[in-house]
Antibody, heavy 120, light 107 residues
Framework: EVQLVESGGGLVQPGGSLRLSCAASGFTFSSYSMNWVRQAPGKGLEWVSYISSSSSTIYYADSVKGRFTISRDNAKNSLYLQMNSLRDEDTAVYYC?????????????WGQGTLVTVSS | DIQMTQSPSTLSASVGDRVTITCRASQSISSWLAWYQQKPGKAPKLLIYKASSLESGVPSRFSGSGSGTEFTLTISSLQPDDFATYYCQQYNSYSFTFGPGTKVDIK
């Protein structure tokens, strides 16, 4: 069974940093591209970042470019999101989501999400 | 970046109704479009990919169509489990934009 479990969320002050992790199991992690998607309270979905299976291709939404860094460790079956210079508007539930394949494709499995709250 | 719009933003319908949601892209995305269903407090669920391909396990009452800039999601006969918010997402470019969502609620 495919499982994606996010961790690392919490309360952080504006300008602060946080590192999210996603532990993957039940599939060959190194064969799939991965995404981070977020959802602000009461709002719609916002795609944040994409990383290919080998980490050779990385994309970011304009709203986080230069502040967030996506990475993965295929040996540890883990996906990460380093978030720096956090702003109030980064407050959201952050989902780790598996693409259907090694290519940029829709997300067929999602974690339960981890809440990041940016507030003073 | 490619912008996505959806209409309507809210749709009131009854069980058994045929429901259609429209998604438009600001430029051609060929058929690189997906549809998701999300219920409150839950992660999204993939319904349709490549504009019209049904994800495994998704009921056949869901269907997708379109190409280029205009796409539709159709639920042929709305069931109680289908009341939710629906999002389209393009994956044509290097920024995988979601639409703003369409909430389907009970009439």
């Amino acid at each position: 069974e495919v499982q994606l479990v996010e961790s690392g969320g919490g309360l952080v002050q504006p300008g602060g940093s946080l590192r999210l992790s996603c532990a993957a199991s039940g599939f060959t992690f190194s064969s799939y591209s991965m995404n981070w998607v977020r959802q602000a309270p009461g709002k719609g979905l916002e795609w944040v970042s994409y990383i290919s299976s080998s980490s050779s291709t990385i994309y970011y939404a304009d709203s986080v470019k230069g502040r967030f860094t996506i990475s993965r460790d295929n040996a540890k079956n883990s996906l990460y999101l380093q978030m720096n210079s956090l702003r109030d508007e980064d407050t959201a539930v952050y989902y780790c989501a598996r693409a259907q394949s090694w290519e940029p494709t829709p997300a067929d499995y999602w974690g339960q999400g981890t809440l990041v709250t940016v507030s003073s | 970046d490619i912008q996505m719009t959806q209409s309507p933003s809210t749709l009131s319908a009854s069980v058994g109704d045929r429901v259609t949601i429209t998604c438009r892209a600001s430029q051609s995305i060929s058929s690189w479009l997906a549809w998701y269903q999300q219920k409150p407090g839950k992660a999204p669920k993939l319904l349709i990919y490549k504009a019209s391909s049904l994800e495994s396990g998704v009921p056949s009452r869901f269907s997708g169509s379109g190409s280029g800039t205009e796409f539709t999601l159709t639920i042929s006969s709305l069931q109680p489990d289908d009341f939710a918010t629906y999002y389209c997402q393009q994956y044509n470019s290097y920024s995988f934009t979601f639409g703003p969502g369409t909430k389907v609620d009970i009439k």
